[in-house]
């Protein structure tokens, strides 16, 4: 029993990865279950039984993606540092996350869909933004003490620097109007918009 559940795990996976990258070259209409099958195999049966069809497929593949492109992050090491260095760590990694040209396509992909389908939106901002945002909460939960009192929730503080560096840096990648910048370029960007938020976070000595 167990062997056929991890078969038929490493199907649906092998289903879901064709279908994201067939998703991100050609968008949804591009997409055909018939030619997600032919080069992930299995059968057309299975697409129905186990997503739904090309719409539940599609949705499995955003959350997917959104996975994966979050992966790095929870593997951060913060040993040894304090607040306003973790945040600057992930802040970078945040930004090399949301410009690297795979997430910027699903920012596009998603966001167009959405009009069409909600549930495809709601699974990109559950398990996209919503998760990486869920990162920047942890460090400031982690870092209490060195934060300074206020009305605030942790969670709206963290949504907050998640949009301040996702915002103008994304926007003009949307746009096409520039290219994605250098790491050290991104470094800069982070240690400043972190920098910003500190100085207002950071309890009174």
Not at 56 to 63: P, V, W, Y
Not at 139 to 147: F, I, M, Q, T, Y
Request: hydrophobic share 40%.
């Amino acid at each position: 029993m167990a062997e056929k559940r991890t078969r038929g795990e490493a199907r649906n996976g092998k289903l879901r990865s064709v279908a994201a990258d067939l998703f991100l070259k050609r968008g949804y209409e591009g997409v055909t279950i018939d030619r997600v099958v032919e080069l992930a195999g299995g059968s057309k049966s299975t697409v129905y039984s186990e997503f739904g069809g090309k719409c539940g497929l599609f949705i499995s593949s955003i959350e997917t993606l959104c996975r994966e492109a979050n992966e790095p992050l929870a593997n951060l090491d913060y040993s040894g540092l304090n607040l306003e260095q973790s945040l600057k760590k992930l802040a970078f990694h945040i930004l090399k996350l949301i410009t690297a040209k795979r997430s910027v396509d699903l920012h596009r992909l998603a966001i167009g869909e959405a009009v069409n389908c909600p549930e495809v939106g709601e699974a990109w901002y559950r398990h996209g933004p919503a998760r990486t945002a869920s990162f920047i909460s942890t460090v400031l939960k982690n870092h209490r003490n060195e934060l300074r009192n206020s009305s605030i929730p942790i969670e709206r503080r963290a949504v907050l620097l998640h949009d301040a560096l996702t915002g103008d840096v994304l926007y003009r990648l949307l746009a096409g109007i520039t290219k994605r910048e250098s790491d050290a370029e991104l470094e800069r960007t982070a240690n400043s918009i972190v920098d910003v938020f500190v100085a207002s976070w950071r309890l009174a000595r």
